[in-house]
């Protein structure tokens, strides 16, 4: 009986030390990825009062950081906390988390950060692995909403329209990504992204966003994103708004340079350059309480 008892006490300290060490991630990749973002939520130009405007600060505070090998994973693909490798919705989610980790505290560190990080990037806030983390913008879009971390605001203006879109991305190109060779893990991302076949995108038409409503409307830290034309994803640019003596500019990641840019021309001549790619575009808001 107390072989049993030991038995049974070890396994639950085992249980309990990798849980605990799950819980634990994400990790920043490097000292310097610490030293990185203690040095942001430092930054004398932030507003503890002004949410949108700090997010701005952080996003321009990374133009030109970036490589494009966020793809590399391991097998367990944990969520990636990496200052110098990004994808479109993990910048979002970077310079999102620096602003909660900002407003969570009087003192915040990296630590506020990477917790930040995880709340935003994963389904429920929970990181349980790959099938977690939110992999398309639609998918990130209705948990933040239903959670209270983002807002939709494409319905505050008029000019909509609705595209119909199967998100299947991951299930349609796993040799990108090497958690799901393993076949529970592909199973459980699969019937995930069963969940998004048919889905409805609220957007806004193209030459809306030459409207004065829009553009006079458009805060610092609103996200917009490009809905491309491609099957099976939900976004050609997701980028940050800043606005520069009261025009409306566009910081994003793009996976073409593997670099954080900024736009700095017009939105609308964005657009046209785009035009082929995308059917329209979405606005979101970022909020904390």
Not at 3 to 27: D, G, H, M
Request: proline fraction near 4%.
């Amino acid at each position: 009986m107390k072989k049993l008892l030991l038995i049974f006490s070890f396994t639950i300290l085992c249980f309990n030390v990798c849980s605990a060490l799950y819980v634990a991630r994400p990790n920043l990749s490097s000292p310097n990825d610490t030293t990185i973002v203690n040095r942001l939520l430092a930054l004398p130009s932030l507003d503890r009062n002004d949410f949108g405007h700090n997010t701005a600060i952080f996003a321009r505070e990374l133009i030109g950081s970036g490589t494009d090998d966020y793809y590399n994973t391991d097998s367990i693909a944990s969520l990636r906390l990496n200052l110098s490798s990004f994808t479109p919705i993990s910048f979002i989610n970077t310079v999102i988390a620096l602003s909660r980790a900002y407003r969570s505290s009087t003192r915040p560190d990296w630590r506020d950060f990477t917790a930040e990080f995880q709340n935003i990037s994963c389904r429920r806030g929970e990181d349980s692995g790959f099938p977690s983390i939110m992999w398309h913008i639609s998918d990130w879009t209705v948990d933040n909403i239903y959670r209270g971390n983002v807002k939709e605001i494409t319905e505050n203006f008029s000019g909509k329209i609705e595209k119909t879109k199967s998100l299947d991305y991951l299930t349609r190109h796993r040799d990108k990504f090497a958690a799901l060779e393993d076949s529970a893990t592909y199973e459980t991302v699969r019937m995930k992204e069963m969940g998004f076949r048919t889905h409805r995108l609220p957007l806004l038409k193209k030459e809306t966003i030459n409207k004065k409503e829009i553009l006079e409307n458009l805060q610092d830290g609103d996200i917009i994103v490009l809905n491309p034309t491609e099957d099976g994803k939900d976004y050609l640019i997701i980028g940050i708004i800043s606005r520069v003596a009261s025009t409306p500019t566009v910081i994003y990641f793009n996976p073409e340079s593997g670099k954080i840019e900024e736009w700095t021309n017009s939105l609308g001549r964005l657009f046209q350059l785009k035009t082929k790619n995308f059917n329209g575009y979405r606005l979101l808001r970022p909020l904390y309480h």
